[in-house]
């Protein structure tokens, strides 16, 4: 088992910054990727980010390309995802989760088997 831990959400102003943070614990030795989701009321979950544990290799949803930075320290098992230029529109629960996949990365939240409790992020106008 994984076990994921987020933290870093809060309340920020349009434009603002706030840095995410998910440390893995557990048999983290599994783990070849992890991913940032997010979910605002009443819509369904959106794919934000995805890292390659291993090569390091990121992929980012076109909402968030340019804003969002996503990067992982290995040796702190840690996940962070940066979030510049915040919009309204980011407003939304943020999850991560680790999957144990071959793969290069994947947007798919089925493919993905530990998931943390999420953390809020509030952006106001």
């Known amino acids: 088992q994984v076990q994921l831990v987020e933290s870093g959400g809060g309340l920020v102003q349009a434009g603002g910054s706030l840095r995410l943070s998910c440390a893995a614990s557990?048999?983290?030795?599994?783990?070849?990727?992890m991913g940032w989701f997010r979910q605002a009321p009443g819509k369904e979950r959106e794919f934000v980010a995805a890292i390659n544990w291993n090569s390091g290799y990121t992929y980012h949803a076109d909402s968030v390309k340019d804003r969002f930075t996503i990067s992982r320290e290995r040796a702190k098992n840690t996940v962070y995802l940066q979030m510049n230029s915040l919009k309204p529109e980011d407003t939304a629960a943020y999850h991560c989760a680790a999957h144990s996949l071959a793969v290069l990365f994947t947007t798919r939240p089925s493919e993905y088997a530990y998931w943390g409790q999420g953390t809020q992020v509030t952006v106001s106008s």
């Open positions: 557990g048999r983290t030795f599994g783990i070849y990727g």
